[in-house]
């Protein structure tokens, strides 16, 4: 690993139907980053297998994995399919043009999500699919799945009903005022005793009794 970064390269592997046994590779990093920036995993690339002389071979890019830390590529994976069978990709969504309630209404545009899965035959795979904002003239419009243009023959893994972008209005933040707490009434005189109470006052007389009536003594 060590001695193929100090030459510029990546070690990958290629694999697939039409090969016998998975094929360790080794391929320019710098190269490669120009190409997969212009490719992504959803377009077949050409890639050199031993050097000129043995031509190129049709591939995908299954996998990049870079590192956590520098973000620097440190193994690829590429997939070799069978021309005539159809496989999945990942495609990514591009999203074009002003859409009029963000411009006019000042409204929030929500995307939902900025990829989607894909059938089709290899060489018939989409690098990208546009979606277009400018028809989300109201609250009211949303850009669904099944609205997307792609080319014939491609076939969209996704719910058709389900929704790409939609422009909200944006919430108005309610500032509730901080009301001071009412300041408690003032306690009423605890309850007397249902007999009434006969403790000595500090002139030494004793209470009247509330109910009328006096406190048998034993």
Do not use: C
Not at 63 to 73: F, N, R
Not at 128 to 152: A, C, G, H, M, S
Not at 199 to 214: D, I, M
């Amino acid at each position: 690993m060590k001695k193929l970064r100090e030459k510029g390269l990546v070690p990958a592997v290629l694999y697939g139907p039409e090969l016998k046994e998975e094929m360790a590779l080794s391929v320019s990093e710098k190269e490669f980053a120009k190409i997969f920036k212009e490719a992504g995993e959803s377009s077949i690339i050409q890639l050199e297998v031993g050097g000129e002389e043995k031509g190129s071979i049709p591939v995908l890019i299954r996998e990049v994995v870079t590192d956590a830390t520098s973000d620097k590529i440190v193994h690829i994976d590429f997939y070799q399919p069978r021309l005539k069978e159809e496989v999945e990709a990942t495609v990514s969504l591009v999203f074009e043009g002003v859409s009029p309630a963000v411009k006019k209404l000042n409204g929030n545009l929500i995307k939902s999500f900025s990829e989607v899965e894909v059938r089709a035959l290899p060489l018939e795979l989409p690098h990208e699919i546009k979606v277009n904002l400018r028809k989300l003239e109201t609250f009211n419009d949303n850009i669904l799945v099944k609205d997307l243009i792609v080319p014939k023959g491609v076939k969209i893994l996704r719910d058709p009903e389900e929704v790409i972008a939609t422009v909200v209005p944006y919430e108005e933040e309610v500032i509730e005022e901080k009301k001071e707490p009412i300041a408690a009434e003032a306690e009423a005189p605890k309850e007397q005793k249902a007999e009434g109470v006969e403790a000595a006052s500090k002139g030494g007389e004793p209470r009247p009794n509330l109910f009328g009536r006096e406190k048998k003594e034993n």
